[in-house]
């Protein structure tokens, strides 16, 4: 059984960087059959996806427009784990973030999230 | 991207039906079966009922059921139970940016 535990700290200053880990049980970062994204949730902006690591004989990452100038997603193959970091934050960025897979089909990856990890409330205040 | 949209809230008595809807357009919901349904107790992650459409992961209750018409997503929560209370969202993949959007959410209460 597939599961992700995630750690990094609850409280950010404004500008500073966010960053927070996930690592993976029961599956490889390095897996070809699989996506691991990060995913946010507030109450202004509800549920949002930020963005994907994956390997496919090299690394990809795709990130949402949203945030795509400040979001690095990074895999960490010693470890078995993906990192997220978000720069340049602000209160705006308040939010419980998430990490989650998403499976390989045949053909495409799949659109759906399972499993999620237990989730990380992020507050952005000097 | 905009955000799907749900009902702010749906209710209904133990062992009766419910229906969720999610409403998007032709670049998510109405042009691919990749819609996806998540339940959430308060101060938990989502947990995934439906994906594709219509497909229940193992281990899901087959009271839970998805479909599609149009540019809408529906899940049906038949033979409600307390258990069932909790934040319900929709998601879909959308051709507007290549990635995924989320439902605004709906609270089912069980009354």
């Known amino acids: 059984q597939v599961q992700l535990q995630q750690s990094g700290p609850g409280l950010v200053k404004p500008s500073q960087t966010l960053s927070l880990t996930c690592a993976i049980s029961?599956?490889?970062?390095?897996?070809?059959?699989?996506?691991w994204n990060w995913i946010r949730q507030s109450p202004s902006r509800g549920l949002e996806w930020l963005g994907r690591?994956?390997?496919?004989?090299?690394?990809?990452?795709d990130y949402a427009v949203s945030v795509k100038s400040r979001i690095t997603i990074n895999p960490d193959t010693s470890k078995n784990q993906f990192s997220l970091q978000l720069n340049s934050v602000t209160p705006e960025d308040t939010a419980v973030y998430y990490c989650a897979r998403v499976l390989q089909l045949e053909l495409r990856l799949g659109c759906w999230f399972d499993p999620w990890g237990q989730g990380t409330l992020v507050t952005v205040s000097s | 991207q905009s955000a799907l949209t749900q009902p702010a809230s749906v209710s209904g008595s133990p062992g009766q039906s419910i229906t969720i809807s999610c409403t998007g357009t032709?670049?998510?919901?109405?042009?691919?079966?990749?819609v996806s349904w998540y339940q959430q107790h308060p101060g938990k992650a989502p947990k995934l009922m439906i994906y594709d459409v219509s497909n229940r992961p193992s281990g899901v209750s087959n009271r839970f059921s998805g479909s599609k018409s149009g540019n809408t997503a529906s899940l049906t929560i038949s033979g409600l139970q307390a258990e069932d209370e909790a934040d319900y969202y929709c998601s879909s993949y959308t051709s507007s940016s290549a990635n995924y959007v989320f439902g605004t959410g709906t609270k089912v209460t069980v009354l």
């Open positions: 690591t994956y390997y496919r004989s090299k690394w990809y990452n």
């Open positions: 032709s670049s998510d919901v109405g042009g691919y079966n990749y």
């Open positions: 029961g599956d490889s970062v390095s897996s070809n059959s699989a996506a």
